[in-house]
């Protein structure tokens, strides 16, 4: 397929990404050849549009290897595997983001600005590029949307090399590329007119899908703006007694509770509905850690998936872990469980050698799978269940009548088990929001 310019490639994406508009997304374009795309697809959806700005942190003896990636307000995305390896050290690290921060605020004052960020907390957002090469940029931009508060990530280009969804995989969770034809060698050789975009068109592109969507932000004064502490996010490896198990972890300016999730069966850390609450967290100023309690071969066990006390001491591991690490060390501990998460959530805190948990919550949980100790739990714990989802909610009536801490439990009407109805999710992750932050 070859297209005719980035606005023929944005309306042949638009079709394919249609089925999405149902869930009132954000796009954001790559600058700068990316969000002639952009437009075209947030048209299409009546979608907000926004250009997202990274710099990507190189190694310093090998620039275009990445060792993380810099957005706005002071996100900062690190691979601690990578910064390891090359035995960059904190010198170094500060040397090159000071750089590149540098660069990432000219570029984004040039593009964007007077207009503020539009905020990404909890949404689904579709980051849009011209194509992709190497895919190191794309792969910057999903990790920072998800540091910005993204519940769901959808990367797509019009064109890339075969095998690109795979690779990218990992950073988004869906990559939607038109085509990955086999003579790939370069983005520009399917396009008909590939020449240059610059920041005037950027500019007038983005003032032109001012009335996309809804609820923009107005534009205010430089003035009154404000940059934000940073907000660092970064994949961690848990060497655990019984396995090393990995984990994001996001840690807003002054966190002082860290939220680990404990998912339920069949659900993990890329879960679009964990990253939708845990971004309503962040937003909070709460830290998460969306924490994988099995490695992939145990994930692939379903005895394993159901072994509530294995998930339970991992998660008191996990515990530890945070409250050694530096950075961490202090902070409180809180829990948010899912299906066999949440009763894995409820053993681990009615264990004493876990610590003071600050406080639990259980969305469509099974706390009937931890019954016996229930009577044991001393965290303040919030049941959260939909009103469909008649026997879980059956289920956490009996498990409420055996709890003897702080606790509530809260029906959310309309929810069925996975609250996938419109804004049931959102209600989840409000209330999860409010019990922590009035349980430090």
Known sequence: MIFADRADAGRRLARRLAPLRQEEPVVLG???????????????????????VVRKLGV???????????????????????????????????????????????????????????????????????GIATGSTARAACRVARAHGAGRVVLAVPVGPPGIEQRLAGDADEVICLETPPSFAAVGQFYVDFSPTTDEEVNELLARAAAFGSGRPTAEPAATATTPAPVDASEVQLALPSATLVGDLTLPPGARTVVVFAHGSGSGRHSPRNRAVAGV????????????????DEAADRSRVFDVELLATRLAEATRWLQRRPGTAGVRIGYFGASTGAAAALWAAADPATGDVAAVVSRGGRPDLAMSRLNRVRAPTLLIVGSRDEVVLELNRRAEAELRCEHRLVIVEGASHLFEEPGTLMTAAELARDWFLAHP
Request: hydrophobic share 45%; net charge negative.
């Open 30 to 52: 790559l600058p700068r050849g990316g969000v002639p795309v952009a437009y075209e697809v947030a048209r299409e959806l009546d979608a907000p549009l926004d250009v997202i």
């Open 281 to 296: 967290l962040v937003q909070a100023g709460l830290g998460t850690l969306l924490l994988d309690l099995l490695t992939p």
């Open 60 to 130: 310093p003896a090998q620039p275009e290897l990445a060792m993380g990636a810099l957005g706005e307000d002071g996100v900062r995305v690190l691979d601690p595997a990578i910064v390891e390896l090359a035995g960059v050290d904190v010198t170094q690290l500060a040397a090159v983001e000071a750089r590149e921060r540098a660069e990432l605020e000219r570029r984004a004052t040039s593009l964007r600005g007077r207009r503020r960020r539009y905020p990404l907390g909890a949404r689904t957002v579709i980051v849009v590029d011209d």
